[in-house]
T-cell receptor, first 113, second 117 residues
Framework: DQQVKQNSPSLSVQEGRISILNCDYT??????FLWYKKYPAEGPTFLIS?????DKNEDGRFTVFLNKSAKHLSLHIVPSQPGDSAVYFC????????????FGQGTELSVKP | DTAVSQTPKYLVTQMGNDKSIKCEQN?????MYWYKQDSKKFLKIMFS???????INETVPNRFSPKSPDKAHLNLHINSLELGDSAVYFC????????????????FGSGTQLSVL
């Protein structure tokens, strides 16, 4: 019973173009969402987050969009760079459930020069 | 000068053995975690400790026993290892969570690849 799902295991994008990574969730009590980035042989590192009271949060080349009615969020990277090649994890948490993070299974992004 | 360090990085062992994974953080955080990345790549929380006190204990077999000697360390001991325990185990830490906020920005170690033969 996976409450957070990333249905695309991989994505390949040309350098300079937009990368769009998607994430779906089932628990309507989630009120905070995060994206983590992971390089091989390293642990995930925090990238960007969004509270459920917002529908968009932007940080440089990274923007996260939240559609609560669809229980869907997405991460946009523009322009994509080869150094963005990594696995991206979506995560969600709910205050009334102890705040523990529930992760998706990740999407491997490959940005080709 | 690693913020969250865990050892060993790789661990290969036989079924039935007992093994430990160590984790240390130098960020001054109060909360530490163990996550397991299974074969389907999901990262799943196992345990969480806040200032040496157990606060999250998911439905993990009792062969797994976390130990926190102080708030900078959270070790994971596994008894009677089984084939299904093969996975990557990540330690993480976060600043003390303020009451009512679910904005846990975790800082992860680089993982321990456990292979049970």
């Amino acid at each position: 019973d996976q409450q957070v799902k990333q249905n695309s295991p991989s994505l390949s994008v040309q350098e300079g173009r937009i990368s769009i990574l998607n994430c779906d969730y089932t628990n309507s009590m989630f009120d905070y969402f995060l994206w983590y980035k992971k390089y091989p042989a390293e642990g995930p590192t925090f990238l960007i987050s969004i509270s459920s009271i917002k529908d968009k949060n932007e940080d440089g080349r990274f923007t996260v969009f939240l559609n609560k009615s669809a229980k869907h969020l997405s991460l946009h990277i523009v322009p994509s760079q080869p150094g963005d090649s990594a696995v991206y994890f979506c995560a969600a948490s709910a205050n009334n459930q102890g705040g523990k993070l529930i992760f998706g299974q990740g999407t491997e992004l490959s940005v080709k020069p | 000068d690693t913020a969250v360090s865990q050892t060993p990085k790789y661990l290969v062992t036989q079924m039935g053995n007992d093994k430990s994974i160590k984790c240390e953080q130098n960020l001054g955080h109060d909360t530490m975690y163990w996550y397991k990345q299974d074969s389907k790549k999901f990262l799943k929380i196992m345990f969480s400790y806040n200032n040496k006190e157990l606060i999250i204990n998911e439905t993990v077999p009792n062969r797994f026993s976390p130990k926190s000697p102080d708030k900078a360390h959270l070790n994971l001991h596994i008894n009677s290892l089984e084939l299904g325990d093969s996975a990557v185990y990540f330690c993480a830490s976060s600043p003390q969570r303020r009451q009512g906020l679910a904005n846990e920005k975790l800082f992860f170690g680089s993982g321990t690849q456990l292979s049970v033969l």
